[in-house]
């Protein structure tokens, strides 16, 4: 089902300025990389830092609470949904953190966006699983998004996964086993494991309250 837009969008937008940047170019071939679409992260944070990244952010919880507990780290948020990304960065702006960034877009893009090798960790937090076989390709853990998660991590950097969908949890450990990712920290069930500072967002507190079982993964490069 299509989200309708909200009223006012376009101005709401506007009014986050560059607390929301799009990843847009003028070469509309993505395969084509140009280097004047790279983000300047020390320029767009206005200082150094290490760099965290969280993909398919939603309303923002997970990336504005990180940002109040690590005030010493830039975050950058990704989301597809204009409608969603709207809300995050207006909470992030009331809440008055100068360290989290949005950028408006697909992850599929990425990698003409983020500089190689300047991510610590990218976070997956019940990222949507598209069930039907035939949609296999856009689940955020398929092979062609691990080359993108590659190149933009540092080379000690790590993927954190959560989830609540078991078989789109058994489809990520075979990408990331069969794609140069070795995995540690794997939890059947996160809110029992002893696992201290999980931050629980939007969907996993829809997903725990009806009793599910939260998945959780850590990969990290071995090649
Ligand atoms: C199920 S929601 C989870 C939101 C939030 N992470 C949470 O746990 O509450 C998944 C979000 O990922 C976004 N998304 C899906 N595919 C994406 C992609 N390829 N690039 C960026 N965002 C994506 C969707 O728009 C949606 O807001």
Do not use: W
Not at 77 to 91: C, P, Q
Not at 191 to 205: A, C, D, L
Request: hydrophobic letters at 35%.
């Amino acid at each position: 089902m299509r989200m309708r837009r909200k009223n006012n969008l376009e101005g709401r937008l506007k009014a986050c300025g560059d607390r929301i940047i799009y990843m847009d170019r003028d070469v509309l071939d993505f395969s084509v990389k140009d280097d004047k679409d790279i983000l300047d992260l020390k320029k767009l944070f206005k200082r150094d830092g290490p760099v965290e990244l969280e993909i398919g952010c939603g309303k923002g919880q997970f990336i504005r609470e990180m940002a109040k507990r690590c005030p010493g780290t830039n975050f950058l948020a990704v989301e597809l949904s204009s409608n969603v990304i709207v809300e995050a960065a207006e909470s992030a702006m009331e809440e008055g953190l100068e360290n989290v960034i949005f950028l408006r877009g697909n992850a599929r893009y990425l990698d003409c966006f983020i500089p190689e090798k300047s991510v610590r960790c990218i976070y997956l937090n019940f990222s949507c699983p598209y069930p039907k076989n035939s949609y296999y390709n856009h689940r955020l853990t398929y092979k062609d998004f691990l080359e993108i998660y590659r190149k933009i991590l540092v080379p000690e950097g790590e993927v954190y996964q959560k989830t609540d969908n078991m078989h789109f949890f058994e489809f990520s450990i075979e990408q990331f086993t069969a794609n140069g990712f070795g995995l540690k920290n794997i939890s059947l069930d996160l809110h029992h494991s002893g696992f201290e500072g999980n931050i629980v967002t939007e969907y996993e507190k829809r997903f725990s309250d009806m009793g599910m079982p939260i998945y959780r993964l850590e990969a990290y490069m071995i090649r």
